[in-house]
T-cell receptor
Framework: DTGVSQNPRHKITKRGQNVTFRCDPI?????LYWYRQTLGQGPEFLTY????????KSRLLSDRFSAERPKGSFSTLEIQRTEQGDSAMYLC???????????FGPGTRLTVT | GENVEQHPSTLSVQEGDSAVIKCTYS??????FPWYKQELGKGPQLIID?????GEKKDQRIAVTLNKTAKHFSLHITETQPEDSAVYFC????????FGAGTRLTVKP
């Protein structure tokens, strides 16, 4: 059990560019969650997957955001046409099932210049 | 939807003293309440959690209490140590968890 991993750890991009982040959950964890955390705030829920199915999306997830978990293992979060307001820490978590504890990865810090 | 409020936003204690952080939630249907510790540059680390069928849970120096009627829950850290210094977050819900804004705890040696 190596924990949740996220790549890259840091990403600096220019406004208008597309970025993609990857999350590898703890093995055998069926649920995978994405959160966004801005400075001085708690994580905000974005979306979650049960295996490969995306079951819920927050209203925070605008049309520029898309998440996938094609084989029910790793997940990607893509942001198109990035804006400065997208600058934040993007956190991934996984849990064994719907009643399970969520374990977080180290996050990907995005800076949009 | 769920709304979680957390107090205080900052807390400073002397090493060896106790620290208490309180949270309230709005959705009476919520039944899972975890607490996370986040150190600078790291993701949140689960330190203790409680479900609504239990009023109190303890793990060494850390305890959590839950009052479902009043919709509030608290984190208690006893015999604080400098390494307890971090930001602590409460949360409520299951899949779409809502987090409090965090409490920055400083333990002075």
């Amino acid at each position: 059990d190596t924990g949740v991993s996220q790549n890259p750890r840091h990403k600096i991009t220019k406004r208008g560019q597309n970025v993609t982040f990857r999350c590898d959950p703890i093995s055998e964890h069926n649920r995978l969650y994405w959160y966004r955390q801005t400075l001085g705030q708690g994580p905000e829920f974005l979306t979650y997957f049960q295996n490969e199915a995306q079951l819920e999306k927050s209203r925070l997830l605008s049309d520029r955001f898309s998440a996938e978990r094609p084989k029910g293992s790793f997940s990607t979060l893509e942001i198109q046409r990035t804006e400065q307001g997208d600058s934040a820490m993007y956190l991934c978590a996984s849990s064994r099932d719907g009643r399970g504890r969520q374990y977080f990865g180290p996050g990907t810090r995005l800076t949009v210049t | 939807g769920e709304n979680v409020e957390q107090h205080p936003s900052t807390l400073s204690v002397q090493e060896g003293d106790s620290a208490v952080i309180k949270c309230t939630y709005s959705d009476s249907a919520s039944n899972y309440f975890p607490w996370y510790k986040q150190e600078l540059g790291k993701g949140p680390q689960l330190i203790i959690d409680i479900r609504s069928n239990v009023g109190e849970k303890k793990d060494q120096r850390i305890a959590v209490t839950l009052n479902k009627t009043a919709k509030h829950f608290s984190l208690h850290i006893t015999e604080t140590q400098p390494e307890d210094s971090a930001v602590y977050f409460c949360a409520a819900g299951d899949n779409d968890m809502r987090f409090g804004a965090g409490t920055r705890l400083t333990v002075k040696p």
